[in-house]
């Protein structure tokens, strides 16, 4: 993969020049955006007028049919006087009734939205509830989870292996919902009925299996906790089960473990295990409490690679370390650990226990998840092990689209969100210089947010005010546009160091560490104006920029 950065810039035109040609892309994407986009991303009065407190999905999985058919309860607060709400489910799923007081309901569709007409006005404040049964073949993801849907597959004894993934899709791809991610229902029980030669795991704890009349056992899940609707997550196989306790900040967190018969192996099950003991201890010390103990948390196996369903997180990654064997920083660091279960479990606290309100900022979730692997690093290895992840997974980086996307329409923005995202986090670290600080700050944002949705101003100001730095301009660099800033270094006629920051962002400003070789670097503060840097000795055969944590251009004169 090609590396970006860019250490030196014949002339700052070639960075003006490609940040207008992108505005110019953006543009045109912005205008291929469809009503159907707009009906799944926009929060009109009629998503907003009702706030989902309760969920029941009932559903039956016919395996050999690829078949699904069931409910879903809503339960709901009324925030304002509504005669008509909108909820989700995608086209292809066929709406049988909606029942509410013992009446059928009249609704209408359009695309994947469904509106729904009570008989009279619901008044602010109300708590009810209305049920839609359904039933239809679900879209099948083709490659799952980067596309969303059911995953249909069999084991190698010729056994069910059924998953769901969805996230950007939308759950609304397999089951009803007010699908979209700025009101989170507050708990739910998910029921599955499955062939009873395999078992259904899904979020939260089981309740109990139910036998059924037709050959089928049904799996009642509790969720405690809030959770977002993509996290909603079947898992059908023939599992085996075991479990520990881990001994964490809140108290004893049950730890089980699903995982096809096939591999139930000790080798396996130890990877496993200690790949999961060790994520905890090392993200609890970093970002505060597991945010979900009274769901617990769970490794559930899954044959696509990975997803991070709330308490109960996919893995396929083969009970290898790296990422299938692989690791992106090219420092061998990241071969040290299994990528899935550390990756996906850092999305319990960035994701999951925060949650971007849509899906235009889902960099909040990447780029600390992202950045959450080298701080794994950090905990068992030492800093420099990992910013030495951190810069080697610039290798990722395209810098082709902003990593925000476009509001309102169900967008998330570049890839860049990954490896950008971590690359900027251990950046701000680098310019806070006080690591007791940044554990402060990563802890007090998965506590002032516990259990809630945020948007990209919640987490700049946050930052910015814990840190005692304005970090405004840095984040509207790096996330809203798709260049990096460029370094400019001058000398003057009197052998003063000038230094400014180049970049499309008006009024950028960004504290960078520079010294002389061989010394100490300090801290220095600079805007778009050429400023001296008072460092005595310094000259432009000794001078040292930080560009192995800062990720910058740097143009020398």
Request: glycine content about 8%.
């Amino acid at each position: 993969m090609k590396r970006t950065l860019l250490y030196t810039l014949s002339t700052c035109g070639i960075l003006v020049a490609g940040l207008q040609q992108s505005n110019a892309q953006l543009m045109k994407v912005k205008n291929e955006f469809t009503r159907a986009d707009s009906l799944r991303g926009h929060l009109t009065p009629l998503r907003t007028c009702y706030d989902i407190q309760y969920y029941h999905l009932d559903v039956k999985v016919d395996v050999d049919n690829k078949f699904i058919s069931g409910s879903n309860l809503f339960r709901f607060k009324a925030t304002e006087d509504f005669e008509r709400l909108q909820f989700d489910l995608f086209a292809n799923l066929k709406i049988n009734k909606v029942i509410y007081q013992g009446k059928e309901l009249s609704f209408t569709r359009e695309y994947n939205a469904v509106f729904l007409n009570f008989p009279t006005k619901i008044t602010k404040g109300t708590q009810s509830e209305f049920t839609v049964y359904y039933e239809g073949h679900p879209t099948e993801a083709a490659r799952a989870p980067w596309d969303g849907g059911f995953d249909w597959k069999k084991d190698s004894n010729g056994k069910p292996w059924v998953a769901t993934a969805c996230q950007g899709m939308g759950a609304s791809v397999w089951w009803p919902n007010k699908d979209h991610q700025y009101d989170e229902v507050d708990s739910m029980m998910i029921s599955i009925a499955v062939p009873k030669e395999v078992m259904n795991v899904s979020n939260g704890r089981l309740v109990k299996v139910e036998k059924m009349k037709d050959g089928y056992n049904k799996y009642h899940w509790k969720v405690a906790n809030p959770i977002n609707n993509y996290n909603v997550a079947i898992n059908i196989g023939d599992y085996i089960h075991f479990q520990e306790k881990y001994k964490g900040e809140k108290g004893p967190l049950d730890v089980d473990y699903y995982i096809l018969r096939e591999n139930d192996k000790t080798e396996k099950k130890a990877h496993l295990q200690k790949n999961a003991r060790q994520t905890l201890e090392a993200f609890e010390h970093w970002f505060g409490p597991y945010p979900f103990y009274e769901d617990g948390y769970k490794l559930v196996e899954t044959y696509h690679t990975g997803m991070e369903h709330q308490s109960a997180i996919a893995y396929g990654n083969h009970y290898q370390n790296g990422y299938r064997g692989n690791d992106a920083s090219g420092t061998g660091w990241g071969q040290k650990w299994d990528f899935i279960v550390v990756h996906e479990s850092g999305h319990e606290w960035f994701g999951n226990n925060i949650t971007s309100a849509d899906l235009a900022d889902m960099w909040i979730h990447e780029s600390f998840t992202n950045y959450s692997e080298g701080l794994f690093i950090d905990y068992f290895y030492g800093k420099e092990a990992s910013q030495a992840y951190a810069h080697g997974i610039r290798s990722g980086i395209h810098n082709d689209s902003p990593m925000q996307g476009p509001y309102h329409v169900n967008k998330e923005g570049s890839g860049d969100m990954y490896p950008k995202g971590g690359v900027m986090l251990n950046m701000i670290r680098t310019m806070i210089d006080n690591d007791d600080k940044w554990r402060a700050i990563l802890r007090g944002l998965n506590s002032k947010f516990y259990h809630q949705q945020v948007n990209y101003s919640d987490i700049v100001n946050y930052v910015s005010q814990q840190s005692g730095l304005d970090l405004s301009k840095v984040f509207e660099q790096y996330v809203q546009h798709t260049s990096i800033p460029t370094l400019e270094i001058q000398q003057d006629a009197s052998g003063k160091i000038m230094g400014r920051w180049i970049s499309a962002v008006k009024g950028f400003q960004m504290p960078i560490h520079i010294g002389i070789k061989g010394e100490k670097r300090q801290l220095i503060q600079l805007d778009q104006q050429f400023r001296t840097i008072k460092i005595a000795g310094l000259n432009k055969g000794n001078i040292d920029v930080d560009t192995f944590n800062y990720y910058i251009g740097l143009l020398s004169e």
